[in-house]
Nanobody, 114 residues
């Protein structure tokens, strides 16, 4: 059974940083591309960053240069380091495989105050 547990969110001022973690109970985790997604109130969920099994990364234009996705396959964990946070980054952040599966975790709330 797939289980995704995100953590590390919180309230931060604009310009601040946060590091999100996601422990993924996914079979053959090390072989799967993974992604971080976010959903702001009233908006559709969007892909923020993704990473291949080999560590190649890709980012949405809105976060490029500010966010870094990484993974530790030995720990079945994917990370999202976020710098220079903006109020528009406020959302619930989720991890999932890429493309995403139907199973989602509870997410972790990130709130950036101006």
């Amino acid at each position: 059974q797939v289980q995704l547990v995100e953590s590390g969110g919180g309230l931060v001022q604009a310009g601040g940083s946060l590091r999100l973690s996601c422990v993924a109970s996914i079979k053959f985790f090390g072989l799967k591309p993974m992604g971080w997604y976010r959903q702001a109130p009233g908006r559709q969920r969007e892909l923020v960053a993704r990473i291949t099994r080999d560590g190649n990364t890709n980012y949405a234009d809105s976060v490029k240069g500010r966010f870094t996705i990484s993974r530790d396959n030995a720990k079945n964990t994917v990370y999202l380091q976020m710098y220079s946070l903006k109020p528009e980054d406020t959302a619930v952040y989720y991890c999932n495989s890429f493309p995403s599966s139907v199973n989602w975790g509870q997410g972790t709330q990130v709130t950036v105050s101006s």
